[in-house]
């Protein structure tokens, strides 16, 4: 279930940025990369600094969650296409996917990159009769932590509370003096940080590479056409769908790993098109 804790951090980004600002980000690829690369560049300075590779799970979140600089600005950017066709914002989206994954290889490099040193370090445990990686088990429990914290953050927080507002009704929440300028830069900032942690997470197990991002938001949008769109119980159940299922399909046919995801979106789309968890469209 590793994989499901990382597609969860992106999808769960994902889903609450449509849910508030009804914006389909294809970018959330792009910071999932930028976010593991910045993991390899902290990782490894900190390593190089003498840093214990036991303490490196937060050196990582930091990393990740640096990313979140951006969004600020990108939000900016996609003020622009606020309110206007589906089809503004993919193209304004995938070219800012382009845009990033060039910045990655001039910054980086094309070869594929990896924090060396940090995942075995932190050994192997035995559950249910087979041997676990610790460092999974670790990125699962954050994901856990993140999903818990997000659903006490918009139900608690008077935040929240206002982002709940916005999400249902953006005039009659502005009518009321909600400053929902400040409420979509929020909510763009905390989705592009969610994607940074997944990437900084996913480094010490597997290598970065340039192209990782449209890997990645092709996983993404499976696990929100699974779940439904805007649900972020949706997100959670979606990413342990998908990932169960490529376990399974990785032990009994691995040639179908892909297949099998994909074949249960369409089914999904079939019998029940707003997903899952979705609410039909009215």
């Not at 910045?103 to 932190?122: K, T």
């Not at 206002?162 to 005039?171: D, I």
């Not at 929902?180 to 480094?203: D, E, K, Q, S």
Request: contains cysteine.
């Amino acid at each position: 279930m590793f994989h499901a804790a990382v597609l969860f951090l992106v999808a769960a980004g994902l889903q609450l940025v449509f849910g508030v600002q009804r914006i389909l980000n294809l970018a959330c690829g792009s910071f999932y990369a930028l976010g593991a690369y910045c993991g390899i560049t902290a990782g490894g300075y900190a390593l190089s600094l003498g840093v214990p590779p036991l303490l490196a799970l937060p050196v990582l979140l930091l990393a990740g969650c640096a990313v979140a600089v951006l969004g600020p600005p990108v939000e900016r950017l996609l003020r622009a296409v606020y309110d206007r066709d589906e089809s503004f914002q993919l193209l304004l989206t995938f070219a800012l996917v382009l845009m990033l994954q060039d910045v990655v290889r001039m910054v980086w490099g094309s070869s594929p990159r990896q924090v060396d040193g940090i995942y075995l370090a932190y050994g192997q445990v035995e559950a249910l009769g087979a041997r676990v990686p610790v460092w999974n088990l670790l990125v699962l429990l954050a994901a856990l932590a993140v999903a818990l914290g997000l659903g006490a953050f918009l139900r608690r927080t008077n935040f929240g509370r206002l982002l709940r507002a916005t999400a249902e009704n953006r005039r009659m929440a502005a009518s009321l003096g909600v400053d929902t300028g400040t409420i979509y830069a929020a909510v763009f900032t905390l989705g592009v940080a969610l994607g940074g942690m997944g990437g900084a997470l996913v480094v010490p197990s597997s290598a970065a590479t340039p192209e990782m991002a449209v890997e990645l938001v092709v996983e993404a949008f499976a696990v929100v056409v699974i779940g439904g769109l805007g649900s972020m119980g949706g997100a959670l159940a979606g990413a342990a769908i998908v990932g169960l299922l490529r376990a399974v399909a990785l032990v009994v046919w691995p040639e179908l790993e892909l297949m099998a995801v994909y074949a249960v979106v369409v089914a999904v789309l079939l019998l029940r098109p707003a997903g899952l968890f979705g609410k039909p469209a009215t």
